[in-house]
């Protein structure tokens, strides 16, 4: 089997026969961004709360924005390490598809919930009193019993039945269960896009951020199929991880100082140790301008610099 067919696969046969010169990964792009579950990602916070302003971000554009990063840096990826391309790698899951990349960024924050990681701790603990309710009314049923089942078996098979509440593993219980496409459970993503996704290849039996038993099976099984060591991510996923941390570490400050949380003189001038660390980066660069610079010189240029960037930043920043 060529990888192709590998990465095209899906769980269920389709259905509806579409045009065959629309590409698989077209097709879950499609489905994504005109299922409800991406819609409902604009009334979710990214650090400010929906509704705060028509400025911040809400975790419908950041997920737009790693989606724009994630295709870009596939792209110039592609261009440099041809290695990486369907043809010359060495595996499946060595291979980066811009595609399958924008499609796993567009994805990656379905399953989490309203109030960001708060929201999922209250969810959790709502599992939690659900099976602790749970125990208490089998063990009530079964006063009197000859053998009744002892109360950590009982506790143990809820807590297989409910698990927990974890963002990550809800992505996939959305995508692959809830949602509804036809007759069929889920939007029946390519095998590709699936694994692209998945940032923590693992149930979550083994840690807290892993996949729920039901969906896991299938996710395990894609994996088995592509021969992918244990708890290793495919290139595609950690690209598209990458991309996340990227585009959250650089917009969340920007919403931080645009709301006056973060003061810009404070960091840019005030700080030391960012001083320090970008004359160092100037003083370690093989260009022959800085030669017969000192350190001292080199400095005093920084600071002229983020002056000018603070003037310029305060001049615009209102209007922005």
């Known amino acids: 089997m060529q990888w192709n067919d590998l990465r095209e696969h899906r769980q269920y046969p389709e259905l509806t ?61 592609l261009r440099r390490y041809p290695e990486v391309e369907l043809n010359q790698a060495d595996s499946p899951g060595l291979i980066i598809d811009s595609e399958v990349v924008e499609c796993a960024a567009i994805a990656h924050d379905f399953g989490h919930p309203p109030f960001g990681h708060k929201g999922e701790e209250v969810l ?38 409910y698990e927990h509440f974890e963002g990550n593993a809800h992505n996939f219980r959305l995508i692959m269960y809830l ?39 299938y996710i ?50 005030q700080d030391p140790h960012i001083n320090r660390l970008i004359v160092d980066k100037i003083t370690t660069l093989e260009d022959l301008f800085w030669n017969g610079w000192t350190r001292e010189a080199i400095g005093k240029k920084v600071e002229e610099v983020l002056a000018s960037f603070l003037r310029i930043w305060n001049e615009k920043m209102p209007f922005c």
């Not at 208490?136 to 079964?142: C, G, L």
């Not at 095998?191 to 099976?217: C, F, R």
């Open 124 to 161: 959790d603990g709502i599992l939690d009193d659900l099976i602790n309710t749970e125990v208490k009314k089998i063990m009530k049923k079964n006063r009197g019993a000859k053998s009744p089942q002892p109360e950590q078996e009982i506790r143990a098979e809820l807590k297989r039945k």
């Open 179 to 217: 949602e509804k496409r036809e007759d069929i459970d889920g939007l029946n993503l390519s095998d590709a896009v699936l694994l692209g996704i998945n940032k923590y290849p693992y149930p979550g039996t083994e840690s807290k951020k892993g996949m729920y038993h039901h969906e896991w099976q």
């Open 220 to 269: 395990h099984e894609i994996r088995n199929r592509w021969d992918i060591p244990a708890g290793k991510k495919t290139l595609e996923a950690q690209l598209m991880d990458l991309c996340d941390d990227i585009a959250y570490s650089a917009h969340d400050l920007e919403d931080g100082i645009k709301a006056g949380k973060i003061e810009v003189h404070e960091h840019f001038l």
């Open 17 to 77: 026969k579409l045009d065959g010169a629309r590409a698989a990964y077209e097709r879950d792009y499609s489905r994504l961004i005109h299922s409800p579950t991406f819609r409902r990602l604009q009334g979710k916070s990214q650090v400010f709360g929906a509704g705060t302003g028509d400025y911040y971000r809400t975790r419908l554009t950041h997920s737009l924005e790693v989606a724009q990063i994630a295709r870009e840096a596939a792209r110039s990826l």
